[in-house]
């Protein structure tokens, strides 16, 4: 039952990316391929669909503790029941816990159990191949400034990463949050050079302490280390940038800018995929060559998207990001956002069956969406392999994270030029905006911490966390 | 005279140390500060709000344009204060209990601020008791609840349930928002205000205080 750990992808120092060619990056086939749970194989040749759920508004205590065991028993039983009657052969389950099921781990153990369960019945019952990832939230930043490598929350999070193999779960992810103290600001503020902080400099460090510990415990319970995402980061700039709060090119170069401090994760020994909601996923793909989840369309039960069919494009999970368990007129929500997660697999399967099939949805999936939002632009699969070798080639997180914004900047100013991508007037303001802030951009990091602490004095962080010195 | 022109300029620009340098001037030639208050600052942040809402500004450029107006309150308010002059109104706002999401919390902080508003920011995962106690102490006039997740929602209307128990709730106006939350909500939980953008929540607190 136990899935296989394998090491993690090298990548220390410049490197070439694990896929240069455009014919080779597309959906479903990764060049590290992943097996886990009961018997599962990810990025090997089809697209698995990833299923999310969560629970309707409630107090979680234990006096609604029996409510919200029968929510998650309604949520997993609907769930491989459809999978089964649609003869879905591999199915992967997220977890993902919420605050109190972190803070109080045996919470989070006790519902991982009882998906687990669920899932090792389907298995049995009807062959249904399964893998449950278990992803603690970080709850790390409950207090402000934040502790990061101890205390109170931070040995929660310790325990139910230990304890997540003994309770049945085959990966374990998370959505980590270093450096987001002080990138909720830059978002608002829509500063640049506090992004890069907090992205190429605290997050990376942050990412290097908490995933040598994930590793430690997923070896030692011989289950999959997973993936990250910038959701904190990034998927929070592509929310406001939604809402029109911030503007729509800045959201898409903190999405690049946030691959480098994913790499850290991949280069920490995590081995894919990568998690759902990490949409700076396809760069994940081409530079380390681990499966990557991705959602899009399928998400907006969460969140809504600029890039719903672009985010496709190359993924080997297709997932919902979360769904709360509500009843819809067919049936309950998870149950519904599962049946369509599946017939999207099934196409992108059945494409990959022909001659160049992939390719050719692929670039639909693409082409729909990059041309309309320079956030979906900056995941067309061509671009994605241009930038991917800009970052790969640089040696630190922090000169990665300065070149990702440079040719992210330049892409989407090539893009503007050349017609293949459109954005309103105030925001190409912006754009320009961008170029000179990243033009200004020290190659030298010690050079740019320099400049930015005394600029940060004040900042709900705490730099010892991080190992710089005040 | 000063051109004051260009204190509604500068604060609609985000260019604060013009508008501080242009208030400061203004005092120096004893202008009443109520007129800088009425006449120039809080019109120019009211325009800031109509070119957000109308997707021409971005937060960004709204923050820094309250940031302005903050610059320059710092420097009248200690008149504003000595001529018994107060605020428009004292606010107490944070995200409720169990939700560490603030960003929008602090946008309407910022707006608040910037419309000449005293705000008191409790950050994030803040208690209901801890809600009914600083409006207690500090007698403000409204309590301003955030909540992203849909999960942590009802904290909203558990912080509504500790005002009424503490005997405060008539005393102090509620106003919620955040991603998840509605007017119908805002109606099942009996708050008295909602918006879903920052500087509509800027219009509802002036109406709260107003009432």
Redesign the interface.
């Known amino acids: 039952m136990a899935a296989c750990a394998s090491d993690g992808v090298e990548l220390q120092g410049a490197a070439v990316p694990a896929i240069t060619s455009l014919d080779e990056f597309v959906f479903g086939v990764a060049p590290r391929p992943v097996r886990c749970g009961r018997g599962v194989e990810i990025g090997a040749g089809k697209v698995i669909p990833e299923i999310n759920f ?7 205590n234990r006096d609604n503790w029996p409510e919200i065991r029968r929510q998650y028993t309604e949520m997993i039983t609907g769930v491989t029941q459809r999978a089964v009657d649609l003869g879905v052969e591999d199915l992967l389950v997220e977890f993902e816990t ?3 099921m972190t803070v109080h781990p045996e919470w989070g153990a006790e519902i991982t159990s009882l998906l687990a369960e669920h899932l090792q019945n389907a298995f049995e019952k009807h062959g249904l191949r399964s893998a449950l990832r278990l992803t603690p939230n970080d709850t790390r ?2 207090v ?1 400034p934040p502790r990061m490598r101890g205390g109170y929350y931070w040995d929660g999070m310790v325990e139910l990463f230990h304890a997540a193999a003994r309770a049945g779960a085959d990966l374990i992810a998370i959505e980590s949050t270093g450096g987001k103290e002080i990138s ?2 830059g ?5 640049l050079r506090t992004m890069v902080f907090a992205l190429g400099v605290l997050a990376p460090r942050d990412m290097r302490f908490l995933w040598t510990e994930i590793v430690a415990a997923c070896r030692e319970g011989q289950i999959v280390p997973s993936g990250d995402t910038a959701c904190g980061f990034a998927n ?1 700039a592509m ?2 940038a939604d ?5 729509t090119v800045f959201a898409a170069v903190v999405r690049v800018a946030s691959v480098p401090r994913g790499l850290v994760a991949y280069e920490s020994g995590a081995i894919g995929p990568s998690k759902d909601c990490a949409y700076e996923g396809p760069y994940i793909k081409a530079i380390t060559g681990v499966p990557i989840s991705m959602e899009g369309r399928t998400a907006a039960g969460a969140h809504l998207s600029p890039v719903g069919n672009v985010s496709q494009a190359v993924c080997d999970c297709w997932s919902n990001e979360s769904i ?1 368990n509500v009843r819809l007129l067919s049936t309950n929500a998870p149950t519904v956002s599962l049946e369509q997660l599946v017939y999207d697999c099934r196409l992108m399967n059945v494409a990959a069956s022909h001659p160049g099939g992939a390719q050719t949805l692929r670039d639909w999936l693409a082409e729909s969406d990059a041309p309309r939002d320079a956030q979906a632009f900056v995941l067309r699969p061509d671009v994605v392999l241009r930038v991917s070798g800009a970052i790969a080639a640089e040696s630190t997180p922090y000169r990665r994270t300065r070149a990702a914004v440079l040719a992210s900047v330049d892409e989407l100013r090539r893009g503007l030029t050349s017609g293949e991508l459109s954005i309103p007037a ?1 925001e190409k303001r ?1 754009l320009d905006r961008l170029a000179r802030e990243a033009e200004n951009l020290p190659e030298d990091e010690d050079r740019f911490i320099a400049e930015m602490m005394p600029v940060l004095a004040n900042a709900p962080y705490l730099p010892e966390e991080y190992c710089l010195e005040i | 005279m000063t051109d004051l022109k260009p204190l509604y300029t500068a604060i609609l620009e985000g260019d604060a140390p013009t508008a501080k340098a242009v208030t400061q001037k203004a005092i120096d030639e004893g202008i009443d500060p109520q007129v800088l208050l009425n006449e120039y600052m809080i019109p120019a942040m009211d325009e800031v709000g109509r070119l957000f809402e109308a997707n021409e500004y971005f937060v960004p450029e709204l923050l820094i344009a309250a940031r302005a107006m903050k610059g320059a309150l710092e420097i009248i308010k200690p008149i504003l204060v000595g001529t018994g002059a107060k605020p428009v109104g004292r606010v107490v706002i944070g995200t409720v209990r169990g939700d560490l999401h603030d960003i929008g919390k602090n946008l309407v902080a910022a707006m608040l601020e910037g419309g000449g508003f005293e705000v008191i920011d409790l950050g994030v995962d803040v208690s209901p008791e801890r809600f009914v106690q600083t409006v207690q102490e500090k007698n403000a006039q409204i309590v301003a609840v955030s909540a992203l997740l849909t999960t942590t929602m009802p904290g909203m209307k558990t912080t509504i349930e500790a005002l009424k128990e503490a005997g405060i709730r008539d005393k102090v106006k509620v106003m919620i928002g955040g991603a998840p939350v509605t007017q119908r909500y805002a109606d099942e939980i009996g708050a008295d205000g909602f918006s879903d953008n920052a500087s509509g929540a800027v219009r509802v607190a002036r109406e709260l205080v107003a009432a």
């Open positions: 969560t629970l309707p508004p409630i107090d979680i919420l605050p109190p930043d409950h402000r909720d600001e978002l608002m503020s829509a500063d929070t929310v406001l809402k029109r709060m911030i503007p709360q105030n912006w």
